[in-house]
């Protein structure tokens, strides 16, 4: 019989992605059965310790086995972890030789939201792609910068390497991985059994963009307070880099260092951010909110609030807007 192993790290895990992810494979494993006479995985939870508990001991778990005890398994699943990463990474060593070890022996492995850290620490996502919660992006990309981090994916896959984005969005990753190791049928019995949409892929609808100031640039700071603070003006980019006394093309070569983004990928994320709260909270119509963050052209607004949320403005308003749906 095939193996899935479910890992709860030593130190601080999310016990929601541990017992979620366990229970919706094993109703697959026992819908698999009903349907072909025999299971498909033997589906344990391994940890480094007897017991490990969440929550300040609220509640506690008690795997099944010790990872090392586990010589062959054919997908590893990396649940979330609590907030700090860098104790997490230390206090788990013997575990990211052991998914190193798996993987050279053909294991597939599954991080959820967070995991991605531990995953990340273990050096299998050098080079790929990979996704995580939003609100970690930023310390993500700068603990781990060779990996091609993805925030807006709900899931990524390459090379037997599988991420997810945020919170509760493990779920999809879940329903992916039934289909992948049980069949499409199974899958989508565990989505109509656990009312979770399938094939979902983005998570950029619900990203709220904070800005990113974790650098020491002040110079792009500055820059980065003029773009938020004239939301309503078309910014001009070699008017900003006059008005800071910076070359432009130094400008622009600053700026993607300190932020990640050219400084027109910066304006067009922190106007749609603002668009997106009069969106959520007013009664403007599209055009207004609009006007109101410095756009003048409909299909362009259009164009860019889509490429950023993953939704039309009048989506967005629908979904999120109280008033609308009155």
């Known amino acids: 019989m095939k193996h899935i192993t479910i890992l ?19 109703r697959a494993n026992t819908y698999w059965k009903a349907t072909h006479k025999n299971y498909r995985y033997k589906i344990e939870l391994a940890g480094s310790a007897k017991k490990v508990d969440f929550h300040d001991g609220l509640f506690s778990c008690k795997p099944h086995t010790q990872f090392s005890s586990i010589t062959k398994t054919n997908l590893i699943i990396v649940p979330s972890l ?12 013997p575990l990211l030789d052991w998914i190193n070890r798996q993987h050279k022996n053909g294991a597939e492995v599954a991080s959820i939201c967070t995991g991605a850290f531990l995953l990340a620490a273990s050096g299998l996502l050098n080079g790929k792609r990979c996704s995580t919660h939003w609100a970690f992006a930023d310390t993500f990309q700068s603990m781990f910068p060779t990996v091609n981090l993805q925030a807006d994916q709900i899931i990524t896959a ?13 779920l999809n990753l879940i329903i992916y991985l039934v289909e992948k190791y049980f069949d499409r049928q199974t899958a989508i019995f ?13 998570q950029s609808e619900f990203t709220i963009f904070t800005g990113q100031k974790s650098h020491n640039d002040d110079v792009i700071k500055r820059a980065q307070s003029f773009i938020e603070n004239n939301l309503q003006e078309k910014i001009s980019m ?21 932020t990640g983004n050219t400084p027109v990928e910066y304006t067009q994320r922190v106007k749609i951010e603002a668009a997106k709260k009069k969106l959520e909270t007013s009664r ?25 949320t993953g939704l039309s403005p009048l989506a967005y308003k629908t979904r999120y807007n109280k008033e609308s749906m009155n």
Do not use: W
């Open 238 to 258: 070699e008017d900003l880099s006059l008005k800071l006394a910076v070359s432009r093309r130094n400008f622009d070569r600053r700026f993607i260092k300190a």
């Open 190 to 202: 565990c989505s109509k059994v656990f009312q979770i949409e399938i094939d979902r892929q983005s």
């Open 284 to 308: 403007k119509n599209i055009n207004e909110v609009m006007y109101e963050i410095g756009y003048s052209d409909v299909k362009a607004f259009r164009e860019v609030f889509k490429r950023i």
């Open 82 to 93: 609590n907030h700090n990463y860098e104790t997490a990474i230390k206090g788990n060593k």
């Open 158 to 170: 390459e090379n037997g390497i599988y991420t997810n984005g945020g919170a509760y969005s493990f």
């Open 8 to 26: 709860v790290p030593a130190g601080q895990n999310n016990l929601s992605s541990i017992v979620g992810a366990y229970k919706i494979l094993s």
